[in-house]
């Protein structure tokens, strides 16, 4: 054999030297073992109920589950144990408070007592929680971040002042969870009168892979006044419909915009649909949500955009027609000619307008507020061409 064939084999035989003696190390120094087992524990029900494990694994998984079924005393048995029981017990009961998340979010603290009978050691454990045993059980569970932001976004829905919600995702943040709320809130004008406040806690932290977010939930208004607010905004939203009925989606759209920017009287700062649609005072905020509600009422696609105009907060809005984008800031119209705000590109914003361009799709569509105009004038109904031609020259101001 040649020295090159021998050096080949060299590398093979250590390899295989190393299968032979298990865990032998090649070099000095630490080294992690990737090897995943979970001893499953057994509660066994004779006389009176116990765990019997045989690890600490176990033993962390027995404490575990006696935290999950919210249990203020447990027995553990353990049997042909290899290691200090008092130690890995104390050890055992630590990380279950800090680093099992529903022991991070519902204990107290656990006390334990560890007896020597014959063959085994028996140990004793008590715990105390700080909350209700309803509130422990009542966890939910979500499999993805979509089953978790849709639970959110039905708890805003019905006005829920708390859940308590439990995931396997490092994709789910603070940030996450609140721009969830957020976008619910501004794509569905029609359903939320107001914003929700949210204040989320997470346990045992942010950024562990399995956690508990507890979801603390806040309402402007009264249920009673929610109500009154979303009936009288479906009314508005129901009358523009009906005057668009008939009409193109380039036309209801003109009218959605035509009639936020006329039912505004005074720019104030009122930050919802109702502000605008209904109380007449408003800025740019609440005309954007005012738009959205008109146009989720007339099937137009749209949402609300946040962005910067002069270094100062603004909202507008993007729609899409006819497969193109179009900015559309309903606010600047107000008593002004609908040209302002009305079927805008990137190009007619840039100089004014500051927005995350790769958070929004590209507006740079064709059609012009002249050529819907033009179509109208063909239509049973010509005097609403006339309408959206007029407009006064007053420019808005929004504090």
């Not at 050890?91 to 979010?105: Q, S, V």
């Not at 969830?180 to 562990?208: K, M, W």
């Not at 002004?336 to 507006?363: I, K, Q």
Request: aromatic fraction near 8%.
């Amino acid at each position: 054999m040649s020295g090159k064939q021998r050096r080949r084999w060299i590398p093979a035989l250590i390899l295989l030297f190393a299968l032979l003696n298990g865990c032998g190390r090649f070099y000095e120094g630490e080294y992690t073992s990737i090897t995943p087992h979970e001893e499953p524990v057994e509660l066994i029900d004779s006389n009176e109920q116990y765990y019997e494990v045989h690890t600490f694994v176990g033993m962390k998984n027995a404490v575990n589950s006696l935290i999950s079924s919210a249990a203020e005393s447990g027995t553990i048995r353990v049997t042909d144990y290899s290691g200090s029981v008092e130690d890995d017990i104390s050890r055992a009961c630590l990380d279950a408070t800090r680093d099992y998340p529903l022991g991070a979010y519902a204990v107290e603290y656990i006390s334990h007592s560890v007896n020597r009978i014959l063959g085994y050691h028996e140990i004793d454990l008590r715990i105390r929680y700080r909350l209700s045993k309803e509130e422990i059980t009542g966890v939910r569970q979500a499999l993805t971040p979509a089953d978790l932001y849709t639970m959110l976004e039905n708890s805003a829905l019905i006005g829920r002042p708390h859940i308590a919600l439990q995931i396997s995702s490092l994709a789910v943040t603070e940030r996450s969870v609140k721009q969830c709320i957020d976008d619910y809130y501004q794509n569905h004008p029609e359903l939320l009168s107001a914003r929700p406040g949210l204040q989320v806690t997470f346990f045992p932290e942010e950024n562990a892979v399995t956690k508990i977010l507890d979801c603390s939930l806040s309402y402007p208004n009264s249920r009673e006044v929610t109500a009154e607010r979303l009936s009288a905004l479906d009314q508005a939203a129901k009358k523009c419909a009906d005057a668009c009925e008939g009409y193109s989606a380039e036309a209801a759209a003109m009218f959605c915009c035509q009639t936020v920017s006329r039912s505004v009287e005074s720019f104030g700062v009122g930050n919802t649909a109702y502000d605008a649609l209904i109380l007449g005072s408003s800025g740019s905020e609440g005309c954007a949500m005012a738009f959205q509600l008109l146009c989720n009422r007339c099937g137009i696609e749209c949402r609300v955009i946040e962005g910067r105009v002069g270094g100062n907060p603004h909202w507008w809005n993007i729609i899409s027609l006819g497969g193109s984008y179009y900015h559309v800031d309903s606010f600047a119209c107000v008593d002004r000619p609908l040209e302002e705000g009305f079927l805008r590109s990137d190009a007619d914003m840039v100089l004014r307008y500051w927005w995350d361009v790769d958070e929004y799709p590209s507006c740079s569509g064709t059609l012009t507020l002249q050529q819907i105009i033009e179509s109208l004038m063909n239509a049973p109904s010509p005097e609403s061409a006339d309408e959206a031609g007029s407009a006064a020259t007053t420019v808005p101001t929004e504090e």
